[in-house]
Nanobody, 121 residues
Framework: QVQLVESGGGLVQAGGSLRLSCAASGSIFSINSMGWYRQAPGKQRELVATITSDGNTNYADSVKGRFTISRDNAKNTVYLQTNSLKPEDTAVYYC???????????????WGQGTQVTVSS
């Protein structure tokens, strides 16, 4: 069993910053890619950023230059530093990780519960 616990969401003014964290715990054998997704009211969930096990990153065009994804493998944690936040960034942000557990050979995508980010104008 694997659990992802997110933190760092909140209410900020436009132009502000938040640092989101997501820590994985449980019977983890290895973690491949990790990422952040978001879903705004009335919209589909969209990819925000991903990071591979060797540190390669990918960002949605809408957040390039403003958001930074990173990971601490020793802590099984992925971060999302969000700067220059805009009202359109308002959404529930979900952590995702492709994890191989000790009792299952293949990797499986796990999701966090989501953390609310609200940006006021």
């Amino acid at each position: 069993q694997v659990q992802l616990v997110e933190s760092g969401g909140g209410l900020v003014q436009a132009g502000g910053s938040l640092r989101l964290s997501c820590a994985a715990s449980g019977s983890i054998f290895s973690i491949n890619s990790m990422g952040w997704y978001r879903q705004a009211p009335g919209k589909q969930r969209e990819l925000v950023a991903t990071i591979t096990s060797d540190g390669n990153t990918n960002y949605a065009d809408s957040v390039k230059g403003r958001f930074t994804i990173s990971r601490d493998n020793a802590k099984n944690t992925v971060y999302l530093q969000t700067n220059s936040l805009k009202p359109e960034d308002t959404a529930v942000y979900y952590c995702n990780a492709a994890i191989r557990t000790t009792n299952i050979l293949s990797t499986y995508p796990y999701w966090g519960q989501g953390t609310q980010v609200t940006v006021s104008s």
